[in-house]
């Protein structure tokens, strides 16, 4: 399937697919650019740039996909939308911690792996359906990114079952983290309103079938490091998919868009 052989329906359908997973990438690779210089140490400052980094590429290789189906120029879909019009899911968005990057950072690094490992797991199922997607434009980027999502899902795994089978303290802080991050990541593992056009028209496997296999994943990695598995994943703040979002990503946005809204000249 190409643009031009698009039906209405399945065009409609793919935007939205786009929008949301261009979102996820784009929100959550802000606030990993949020540790810059406040890693745990040197290496994983590096580390976590440049994974950061290469989410807003995927982020961007979403929105020029749909730049090329009408939406509009990349970036202004990154930097000129209102809160409301992003699909990404809640738990994304969410600040690091205390303080900001500027006063008084006071991040939590549990939160970080957490957020991140589970992100990148369900990142990578979705990647392995859309490298088959019936759209070869998304097919294209989806086997692009997965070159770099291997390091991605493979370093924060390390991450993970290492804190979560270290000191009591560490452990401690991951169940916390743990328990914090699964009250809203049913948000991520959802597809936008209309995912039942988008399976039909074969862009991306169903919903249900994607979420069971990273609760496959998940209660596997649980078992491996000893812990609980705490059940089904919760949406208790809101859909994203549906436009609910907190004040914390009209902050990023705020911050996102400042040079770009001063000076639409300044782009990717």
């Known amino acids: 399937m190409t643009q031009e052989t698009l039906k209405p329906q399945e065009k409609a359908a ?3 697919l786009l929008y949301q997973m261009g979102d996820d990438d784009f929100i959550l690779s802000f606030r990993g ?3 810059l210089g406040l890693a745990p140490h040197i290496e994983e ?5 440049s994974i950061s980094q290469d989410m807003m590429g995927h982020a961007n ?5 749909l730049e090329d189906l009408g939406e509009g120029e990349a970036d202004r879909i990154a930097h000129l939308r ?5 699909r990404n899911a809640i738990i994304l968005e969410e600040v690091n911690g205390p303080g900001t990057y500027l006063k008084e950072p006071d991040y939590d690094w549990a939160f970080a792996v957490v ?3 589970f992100y990148a797991v369900h990142k990578q199922i979705r990647l392995d359906s859309l490298r088959h997607s019936s759209y070869e434009p998304l097919a294209e980027a989806a086997r692009k990114i997965m070159t770099e999502q291997y390091y991605h899902l493979m370093h924060w795994e390390v991450w993970f ?3 979560m089978t270290s000191t009591d303290e560490a452990i401690e802080r991951m169940n916390a983290a743990i328990e914090k991050v699964w009250k809203d990541f049913g948000g991520v593992l959802t597809l936008v309103p209309s995912y039942a056009e988008i399976v039909k028209a074969n862009l991306i496997d169903d919903e249900a079938v994607m979420k069971k296999r990273w609760t496959n994943k998940m209660e596997a990695v649980f078992k491996e490091v000893g812990a609980e598995y705490p059940g089904e994943p919760r ?4 859909n994203g998919r549906n436009g609910v979002h907190t004040d914390d990503l009209k902050q990023a946005l705020s911050t996102l868009s400042e040079v770009y809204a001063t000076n639409p000249a300044t782009g990717w």
């Open 14 to 16: 793919l935007i939205e």
């Open 61 to 65: 290789l979403y929105y020029r996909l």
């Open 82 to 86: 209102t809160p409301d019009q992003f």
């Open 161 to 163: 079952k290492q804190l």
């Open 115 to 117: 957020r991140n490992y």
């Open 45 to 49: 400052d590096v580390a976590f740039s």
């Open 235 to 238: 949406m208790e703040r809101g």
């Open 33 to 35: 650019s949020e540790w």
